[in-house]
Nanobody, 113 residues
Framework: QVEVEEFGGGSVQPGESLRLSCVISGIPFSRYKLAWYRQKPGEQRTRVAHITEDGLVSYADSVKGRFTVSRDNAKAIMYLQMSNLQLADTAKYYC???????WGHGTQVTVHS
């Protein structure tokens, strides 16, 4: 049974930082490409970052230079370090395993002054 769960969401002011974690069990973690998505009310869910089995990373233009995705294969955890958060980053953030189309339940990030 595959389990995916996000942690680390919260409420911050513009310019502050958060680190999200995605804890995964039930798969050989190191063999899977992983991704972070986000969704705002009334909008489609969009990919913000992804990381391959070999550690190659890519980002959406909206977060490039501010967000960093990484993975710890020993702990089976993927991270999203979010810096210089802005109002537009407010969304529910989801962990995704593309190969098996598996999602976590999401964690809310709210940026407001």
């Amino acid at each position: 049974q595959v389990e995916v769960e996000e942690f680390g969401g919260g409420s911050v002011q513009p310019g502050e930082s958060l680190r999200l974690s995605c804890v995964i069990s039930g798969i050989p973690f190191s063999r899977y490409k992983l991704a972070w998505y986000r969704q705002k009310p009334g909008e489609q869910r969009t990919r913000v970052a992804h990381i391959t089995e070999d550690g190659l990373v890519s980002y959406a233009d909206s977060v490039k230079g501010r967000f960093t995705v990484s993975r710890d294969n020993a702990k089976a955890i993927m991270y999203l370090q979010m810096s210089n958060l802005q109002l537009a980053d407010t969304a529910k953030y989801y962990c995704h395993i593309p190969l098996i189309i598996k999602w976590g339940h999401g964690t809310q990030v709210t940026v407001h002054s």
